[in-house]
């Protein structure tokens, strides 16, 4: 289930969790919380396939890839990118859950990581990565920024009044993320770059061939990121790729290698506010929270064996996709080769079915697709431009100016 969710855009763990929710309310807890993790981490997986094969970003994370692609694509490095990804996830999972079994004892006092201030520092050292990092020039990064910061506020509710939203009851949902990841990366992206001739040869990865300094990096960075709350296992990948990036000697190998580390270590740290704290700081795990705490779970029931059994989850989950992910890629490279014209158009349809769904779950079907061919539009006129510094500025709007209205009214 979650390698299917995580092949079509749109469609994530939330939704996933929504939808079995009935089926979940008759498990345990642990049973819960495994499938959770097992789902999350299987996702992962499949979203590096569809952005790398199609062009789809199958998660939000996936952005990094996508970008990556065209010169993958130059150097017939598709598949073995397919293969690294999947390794350096693996890796990625057990280095994070490696930190967090060695720092057990230690784990109670991260609860400072959560304080609204730290919260703020983190995510302006976010903002300060995004803007001097990447292909555009800084200033262009940072009015980037600016823009995605006031996309993300449309809707926003200040004080009980709705901001940016000019009196019109469509915008007081705000702008969805995956609308503008799909248009301004994945069809402009699926435009630009023609059919391919992939080299179908099986890909044996070498030892000396994985780039075991930018997987490092990208794991340290994603298990710091992953603990920002509600947007940090979002933009781990976006920010070890930006500072894989920011070193010239780089390959596009590395710098994807890079990001999946990031983007598997997030996803594990952001599960301790929850486990620990019993804090949710994320959509999906506020669902799975509100299912094990109806039970009497509560985060002191979290032991040495439970976290061990959900450290075995993750870890099988994470095995199955890389099986899945890696060594089939030969026959699905095949695949494409036979049926690519057939392939565009079911992504195109996929795309269009993925907006036309979270536009009806939003009762703004017209909307969601008039916002999307706004994106596309603009993501084609401006397709040499990296988009990364706006979706992040997207994501990170409304933490943002909470935590300033906090810090704010604490200290001034």
């Not at 996508?66 to 130059?74: G, K, P, T, V, Y």
């Not at 995510?123 to 262009?140: D, M, Q």
């Not at 195109?348 to 907006?355: K, N």
Request: contains cysteine.
């Amino acid at each position: 289930m979650g390698l299917a969710i995580g092949i079509v855009p749109g469609i994530g763990t939330t939704f996933v969790m929504i939808a079995t929710y009935g089926i979940l309310n008759t498990w345990d807890p642990s049973q819960i919380i495994a499938f959770y993790v097992a789902v999350t981490m299987s996702s992962q997986f499949a979203g590096s396939v569809s952005a790398l094969i199609f062009g789809l970003p199958g998660e939000v994370t996936s952005q990094p890839a996508i970008s990556e692609r065209h010169d993958l694509q130059l150097n017939g490095q598709i598949g073995t990118a397919i293969q690294h990804t999947a390794l350096s996830s693996l890796i990625a999972v057990c280095f994070a859950l490696g930190v967090t079994m060695l720092l057990w004892k230690w784990l109670p006092s991260f609860v400072y990581v959560l304080r609204t201030e730290v919260k703020l520092l983190l995510l302006c050292l976010i903002l300060g990565i995004i803007g001097t990092s990447g292909r555009n020039a800084v200033r262009t990064n940072y009015i980037m920024v600016v823009v995605g910061i006031l996309i993300g506020m449309v809707g926003f509710n200040y004080q009980g009044q709705l901001i940016l939203t000019f009196d019109q009851w469509w915008l007081a949902s705000g702008i969805p993320i995956t609308v503008l990841l799909l248009g301004f990366i994945a069809v402009p992206s699926m435009l630009n770059f023609p059919k391919v001739e992939f080299n179908a040869e099986s890909i044996e990865i070498k030892p000396h061939s994985i780039a075991w300094a930018s997987i490092t990096r990208g794991s340290v960075i994603g298990s710091f990121v992953g603990l920002v709350p509600v947007i940090g296992n979002m933009i781990s990948s976006n920010c070890a790729w930006l500072v894989e990036r920011s070193k010239r000697s780089t390959t596009a190998l590395q710098r994807v290698s890079s990001a999946e580390a990031a983007n598997n270590s997030g996803n594990v740290m952001v599960l301790l506010p929850l486990l620990m704290f019993g804090l949710p700081i994320v959509s999906s795990e506020m669902i799975l929270y509100n299912l094990i705490s109806s039970k009497g779970w509560t985060h002191v029931n979290l032991t040495i064996t439970v976290l061990w059994q959900i450290y075995v989850a993750a870890i099988v989950s994470s095995l199955i996709g890389w099986a899945l992910c890696g060594p089939v890629v030969k026959y699905l490279i095949i695949f494409i080769q036979k049926n690519y014209s057939i392939l565009v158009k079911f992504a195109f349809a996929i795309v269009t079915i993925s907006v036309l769904y979270l536009g009806h779950q939003a009762h703004n079907i017209w909307f969601y697709l008039l916002a999307l061919t706004i994106c596309v539009v603009i993501g084609v006129f401006l397709r040499y431009r990296d988009f990364t510094p706006l979706l992040i500025g997207s994501l990170i709007a409304v933490p943002l100016v909470s935590a300033v209205q906090v810090v704010y009214q604490l200290y001034f």
